[in-house]
């Protein structure tokens, strides 16, 4: 059984700030979750293929396609920040060089 004081940690390493009724409350889940994974694992296991999900599923997003944009101009400005022949885009990784 979890005690409280684990709670407690759990809770700290999680950035989290709950009660004393809660700590309470989620010692009784946790216990329950980790007794669950005790079940589990006294299941044989040993043919059984390793697998992502439990039923298989397809993607279903379109193929990617390259076309060429007929009017690059009409484009360019109709962009947020256009910039000459391009558009300026929101910077997505950080970078010590400027």
Known sequence: ??????????????????????????????????????????????????????IEIQNITRADSNRLYRDHEVLVQESPVPEGDYFRVPRILNSDEE
């Open 1 to 54: 059984m979890i005690d409280r004081a684990t709670v407690e940690k759990i809770a700290h390493l999680a950035r989290l700030e709950i009660t004393n009724a809660e700590e309470e409350q989620f010692a009784g889940q946790l216990s329950g979750i980790l007794d669950y994974f005790e079940q589990l694992s006294e299941l044989d296991t040993e043919n059984v293929p390793p697998t992502t999900r439990a």
